[in-house]
Structures are given as C-alpha cells and as structure tokens.
C-alpha cells in the first residue's frame, strides 16, 4: 500500500416516488431478471460451477433475451453477477480447505452442494443506459416495458452530491434497483466515487488505536491518554430478547411464524446497521489516522464446538461470536474517516490484549481467567484489559506513522505480507512501550 486511494466508494439510497403503473412495470422487470439470475445460475452449476463472467454470458445470452425478455444490457448483468457469486463461493471454497489444513476446522463446506438460488427483488442497472438522472429530482429507468420517469426522494447530502455532481467531485456508477421486504418500497441504489482531497492526509494530528470485542462493541485510545468506551448494553439486550423470541418462533415452525421471523431478521439488521454507524460517525473524527485491527478469519480461528452435547452457555457463546459484526463497524470507520481527511490503517492483532503496554511482557497469564482485568505477570501493571489492547494498537498506529514519515511509504498490510514480514513486525511491535510523551513525535 504505497499510496492512499484517491476516492471513496459510497452507495446513494434514492426512494422512488412510482404510480402504480410504474410499480407494476418495476415489479415485472424485477422478476424477470430474478429468474435470468436463477437461469443462470442453474446453468453455471451444470458446467462446473462456472466463475468465468464472459464463458457465462455467451452460453445464457440468447435464452436470457427471448425466454425472459430482457433488455441486451441486462442479460449482460446477469450473467456477469452470477459469475462473481461462484467466484466468491469458490474462494469461501479454498479458504475452508485451508482452515482445515491448519485445523482450524473440521467442517466440510457446503457452499456448492447445490446451485445458488437469488431471491431479492434486484436490478442491475448500467449508468446511462439502464438508467440516469434528469431535471427537478427525477430518474429515468430502463424497464422490460420501455423507460419510465419518476421522481425521488433521499437524504439531504446525497441529493446535494447527486445535484451538483461537478462540485463536489463525484463519479457516478451501477446503480441497482431494491425492493424492501418489509414496506415493498422500492428504492435506487447509486454507486458513485467521491474524490478525496489528497491533501488532508498531510494534517494529520491524533493517532488512535480502536480495539473490537464482544464485550464491548469498541474500545479506543489514543497516543495523548485519551480513552473511550462503547459498551452497546442496550443493542446486547435487544439482541438477547430476539434470540429468546427467534427460538421459540422457530419451534412453532408455521407459516406465520416464519414471516415474522422474516421480519425480525430484518429488524436486527437495522439493529445492527444503525449501531454500527453511530460508534464509527464517533471514532472517525477529522485529521485522525486510525488503527484497526486486522481480524480476517477470527470466527475460524477463535475455539467453538458444534457438537449435540455443547452445553446451553456453550450455544450461547457460539451465537455471540456469530454474530458479532466487527466487520461492519471496521468498514464504516475506514469510509467515514477517509471522508472526513483521515486515514486508516490495519494492524496485527496478535497479543494485543496479552501485552504489557508498560513492560512489553505478553502471556496469557497477564489475563486472569481470560477476564476484563490486565495484570501484568512482570511488573505489575494493572488496567482494563480491552484497554490495554487499545493502547497497543494505537502504539502500532504511532509506529506505522513514524515509519511513514521517514519513508514516504505506508506499509503496513496485514493481509498482503507473508509470515516472515508479520514476524518482524511483532518483533518490533514488542519493543513499543507505553508513554503520555509520545504525541511529542507528530
């Protein structure tokens, strides 16, 4: 990572203000191309779970067009996007049988035991020629029934990037038609790249580590002392009364329950979405370089057992560690402190929270029954534990700083260095000491 992007991807998200003819006209369109997708996807299973995007399109092209109907832009979409969904499943594939070549696993994935089926009420729209903006807040849309036109609604900032597009270095893209499960609103999904100002990274002035747990949704802290918590006790509740309710639906087992089942998922999602934004929108504050802790395959790494004979708090702890969303939280917080002239970074998470921030011993006899108290077995440093591992990162953040500056290059990539390049960096990373004065350095 030798130089820092130039532009952010963002996602606009346009409600649609449809008559009910047009709503008709959308809804058609959607089925058609849900069942182009299905098509396709039964077709590429049949030759070898196919992941070629082009190979795809020339065997499906010609029936996708007279069997369904589709216009020639989106009998290219289709295709094309059940492609990038086998080639996920089939690096999910590869990464499983090497999870279970360090042991990490046992279970066999399941991913290909049959073709994939797509059930979202989606549309794939190319800028242009699916679809494009007009004059006074309206959007034309390409549909199996010829263009429409109708106006939109959306949050104040992205009608303001969407309206004066120029000004505020914004390049439009794809954009994808949804249908909400819950309301059946339907709504226009925009991509588009915001240019970032290449200047604001020299402005850098707080360095701060963030520690993601599944005690606390984050922990951070940064070089001058200063700490903060998000404890996400009232999301831990909700969370616990869903899975409480989830259960006892999921053993009533009939056709109302499995609706509202439906729902709640929905409802959690939001839960969570919303959760996420407000401790990210709080951490990425102007000017910051941000650390984070590189936690790609943790679920596989961390212990579980699935047997029949796991006990209830056994279940239980599994289920917390499904569903602990550190991902969506690390991705808002990289996006939100681009936006806001930062800049974030991932680190090795490796004895961040075993380390002695003061001494740098690190064991896993510093945490006494794997609890929320550091005590150092050395020295004696006693503190919070998610704390400690908040420090350490942000030392790592400092240290990658420090390197930065000297070297012109941003170097730390966790996921693109091999095990030697990981071996020095913790050895340096074990020579970093705590101290208020190093805020002295920028």
């Not at 046992?106 to 549309?123: C, E, I, L, N, S």
């Not at 970074?345 to 006899?365: F, K, L, M, N």
């Not at 108290?373 to 942000?394: E, K, P, Q, Y």
């Amino acid at each position: 990572m030798d130089e820092l992007p130039t532009t952010q991807s963002l996602t606009c998200k346009l409600k649609l203000l449809l008559t009910e003819d047009q709503t008709k006209a959308v809804r058609r369109t959607a089925l058609a191309y849900r069942n182009a997708l299905n098509h396709a996807s039964a077709v590429a299973f049949a030759n070898g779970k196919m992941s070629q995007g082009m190979r795809l399109q020339t065997l499906v092209y010609q029936e996708l067009r007279e069997r369904f109907g589709l216009p020639s832009q989106m009998a290219c979409n289709a295709p094309r996007q059940v492609a990038a969904a086998y080639k996920t499943l089939w690096e999910r594939a590869k990464s499983n049988a090497a999870h279970k070549a360090k042991g990490w696993t046992k279970r066999r994935y399941k991913g290909f035991d049959q073709a994939p089926k797509f059930t979202a009420m989606t549309v794939t729209l190319n800028h242009r020629r699916d679809w494009a903006l007009g004059k006074e807040q309206s959007v034309s849309i390409g549909t199996l029934s010829g263009r429409i036109r109708c106006r939109y609604e959306g949050w104040n900032r992205h009608l303001d990037w969407l309206e004066h597009t120029a000004d505020r270095g914004i390049t439009l893209g794809a954009a994808k038609l949804w249908q909400d499960p819950a309301s059946k609103v339907w709504y226009l999904l925009v991509s588009i790249e915001k240019a970032l100002d290449p200047k604001a990274t020299e402005r850098i002035t707080t360095i701060k580590g963030v520690d993601l747990n599944r005690r606390n949704i984050a922990v951070e802290s940064n070089t001058r002392g200063r700490c903060r918590f998000y404890h996400g006790g009232h999301q831990k509740h909700l969370a616990e009364r869903a899975a409480s309710t989830r259960s006892a639906l999921q053993v009533k087992g009939t056709r109302g329950a499995k609706a509202v089942l439906r729902k709640l998922a929905l409802r959690e999602r939001r839960l969570n979405a919303d959760t996420a934004h407000c401790v990210s929108k709080s951490i990425a504050e102007p000017h910051a370089m941000v650390g984070l802790e590189w936690l790609k395959d943790i679920r596989n790494r961390t212990e579980r057992r699935h047997s029949k004979k796991a006990s209830v708090k056994r279940r239980k702890a599994n289920r917390k560690v499904s569903s602990w969303s550190f991902a969506d939280v690390q991705a808002k917080t990289a996006y939100k402190t681009r936006l806001s002239g930062g800049v974030p970074i991932w680190v090795d998470a490796d004895y961040t929270s075993q380390g002695c921030p003061i001494c740098g011993h690190a064991g896993r006899e510093n945490r006494l029954n794997n609890g929320l108290l550091f005590v150092c077995a050395r020295c004696g440093h006693t503190l919070h534990a998610d704390l400690v591992a908040a420090r350490n990162i942000s030392m790592r953040t400092l240290l990658v700083r420090q390197d930065w500056v000297r070297t012109g290059r941003l170097s730390a990539v966790p996921e693109a260095s091999g095990d030697e390049a990981k071996a020095v960096r913790l050895s340096r990373y074990a020579e970093l000491r705590w101290s208020l004065d190093a805020s002295s350095v920028l």
